[in-house]
């Protein structure tokens, strides 16, 4: 008998588990819904090299999908719904697809604020079509202003100075990349871009935009200030794309909520990449993780679960524990996080002179739980390790 | 198995390294270290690959024995 298996989300944890199903269930037919008109693409490449032109589109493909080509359908539509029955997705376009299992991998969406839509020149980036649209509008360089000191504003703002092009970055905290290094490095970041050369507004609010003949002229702030823009690009966030399982009883909460499996509420249905919100047993919580490594990692190993349950091989059912990780690149620097550091207690500056950067632990309960590290990959990846070693260490006890 | 590293485009960020710790390592000058032999494992072969797929420059080929 033939099984029916679909993978919604054609980027990376999508990649991943087809891949892996192709492999390790041969009768199954899998259609892979990918709400995409590109072939999965590199998406950490695109606020980095392909934003400073360093890489085409060609350069950004992922590898094909190997295997016998003709178990697979690619179907570029977006699922719209999911039966409450549990075994059928409906698309966009109306087609139902009744399976056996479903893979949800439909990662996040960039958050947009309102005052923010409908206006020409100001682009969030989260997909490739807005990556070639804010290439495409460097051309009469522009001066541009960054909303957002997290990791995407961060990138483009070292990206767009890279070009040479006049930045503005507008922050509401006192801070940059504040959430994803727990504000560890205190002023490096700061330094960084202005010794680059980035105006920085910190604990700026914006209010709205000026707008000319529906193309951007200016960001105004709330305290009065008009700065000057041809180009604004957004980094306010993402947000897991769970909209379309509303009414499905898969239980959502800030993501797909799964068991340590990547199993959620409903049986055969599993999840993976920046929507999943698991337990991850190396820290004993729930936790949803917005990096390449997990999409791939997860990806992978939500797919021997699925096989494992659909071929009945126990051998290739397991948990999905990991330290997540992490790096950002901005002028050159190396910036790498591994761990996960929200709720620790305690961080301390390696001053030991071992790493040949900036090197940040972070400890909660005595236990280290995350780590970082600033053009010192190695020693960031032996802490990785030591992380996974006490947890196991902790479990076994 | 062989891996092949394009080195005009492999940046060092370790992602590679990072699902397949056994088979590459970036040194502190960002040098991306690839081992000579990879054993037949297949499990360790499998996450050789994924390293491949995963590396966000696509910087890494494979030519298989
Ligand atoms: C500009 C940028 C730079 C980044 N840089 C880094 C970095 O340096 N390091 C790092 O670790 N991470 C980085 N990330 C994060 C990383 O790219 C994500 O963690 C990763 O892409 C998650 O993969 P995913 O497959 O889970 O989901 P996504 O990449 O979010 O893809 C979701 C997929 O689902 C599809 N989809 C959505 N809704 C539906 C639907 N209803 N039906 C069918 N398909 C649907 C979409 O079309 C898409 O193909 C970056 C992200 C961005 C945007
Ligand atoms: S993942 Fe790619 S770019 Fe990163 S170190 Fe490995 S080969 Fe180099």
Known sequence: MTHRIVVAGGSLAGHSAVAELMALVPDADVVWVTGERHRAYSKPALSKEFMQARNEIADLMLPGIEGDLGRLRIVSESCASLDPSGQSVVLGNGERIGFDQLLVATGARARMPDILQGVGGVFPLRTLDDAVAIRESLAGKPKVVVIGGGLIGCELAASMRTLGLEVTLVEQLQSLLERPFGGAFGTYFLDLHRDNGVELIMGGMVERLAVDNGWVAGVKLADGTTIDAQLVVVGAGSEPCTHWLEGSGVAVDNGVVCDTYLATSRPAIFAAGDVARWMNPVYGIQMRVEHWTNASAQGRAAARNMAAALTGRQELRKAFGDVPYFWSDQYGQKIQMVGWHQGHDHVELDRSGEAPGPLARFYRDGRLVAAAGINAPRIVMKLRRQIEEEARALQAA | ?65
Do not use: W
């Open chain 2, 1 to 65: 198995m062989k891996i092949i590293v394009d080195r005009q485009r492999c940046d060092g960020n370790g992602v590679c390294m990072g699902i397949a710790p056994e088979v590459f390592d970036v040194d502190d000058d960002l040098y991306l270290h690839v081992a000579e032999n990879i054993p037949e494992d297949p499990e360790l072969r499998a996450r050789v690959r994924q390293s491949i797929t995963s590396c966000p420059i696509l910087a890494l080929k494979l030519v298989e024995d």
